[in-house]
């Protein structure tokens, strides 16, 4: 079982549509967690950091479920420019030589 | 210009061949890092240099070398090249803070014949 798992996708949505993904992690000494978003054949880039109570930048909202140790990024009114494949990325002890990245998870927007 | 940037950005090399990647950065960060990304997997460590003087290996350092010549330049070797060394490699920096972003290079794409 991998340390980190998403589902891969894709999720086709249209213009405007909430779309909402989860990310699972079987670690439960995990201690920092992110969404990174990778554009097709580019460099993944921080999307937002995910804090126990929840956090919202903008269209994005982020969540965290200790207890069932899953992720959620929730993207509101969604453009053609969310395209992309959205990374979940777990620290086992907090440091950046232990990050665990999943997969990703692929969002189209659709016009 | 970008503040990681990785060169070659595209390398075709073959089966046994040394091949060194190059990473360079201009964001006066400590710690750089060098991942493989490959199709259905997340992306993994290879290795990992907190100071010029530190190297540290990753999850995946087997076949692999790197060279921590200066704060800004990091470069990763594969002394005998082999085709599932075939992936993407992405070289990164951060600074010290507990949520500090990764800042990644573009990328080099490696196929190994």
């Known amino acids: 079982r991998k340390e980190v798992e998403q589902d891969p996708g894709p999720f086709n949505v249209p213009e405007g549509a909430t779309v909402a993904f989860n990310c699972t992690y079987s670690n439960s000494a995990s201690q920092s967690f992110f969404w990174y978003r990778q554009d097709c054949r580019k460099e993944p880039k921080l999307l937002m950091s995910v804090y126990s109570s929840g956090n919202e930048d903008g269209r994005f909202t982020a969540q965290l479920n200790r207890a069932s140790q899953y992720i959620s990024l929730l993207i509101r009114d969604s453009k053609l420019s969310d395209s992309a494949t959205y990374l979940c990325v777990v620290s086992r002890s907090g440091g950046y030589n232990k990050l665990i990245f999943g997969a990703g998870t692929r969002l189209a927007v659709h016009p | 210009d970008a503040d990681v940037t990785q060169t070659p950005r595209n390398r075709i090399t073959k089966t046994g061949k040394r091949i060194m990647l190059e990473c360079s950065q201009t964001k006066g960060h400590d710690r750089m890092y060098w991942y493989r990304q490959d199709p259905g997997l997340g992306l993994r460590l290879i290795y990992y240099s907190f100071d010029v003087k530190d190297i540290n290996k990753g999850e995946i350092s087997d076949g692999y070398s790197v060279s921590r010549q200066a704060q800004a330049k990091f470069s990763l070797s594969l002394e005998s090249a082999i085709p599932n060394q075939t992936a993407l490699y992405f070289c990164?920096?951060?600074?010290?803070?507990?949520?500090?972003?990764?800042?990644f290079g573009n990328g080099t794409r490696l196929t190994v014949t």
């Open positions: 990164a920096t951060s600074g010290g803070g507990p949520n500090s972003p990764l800042h």
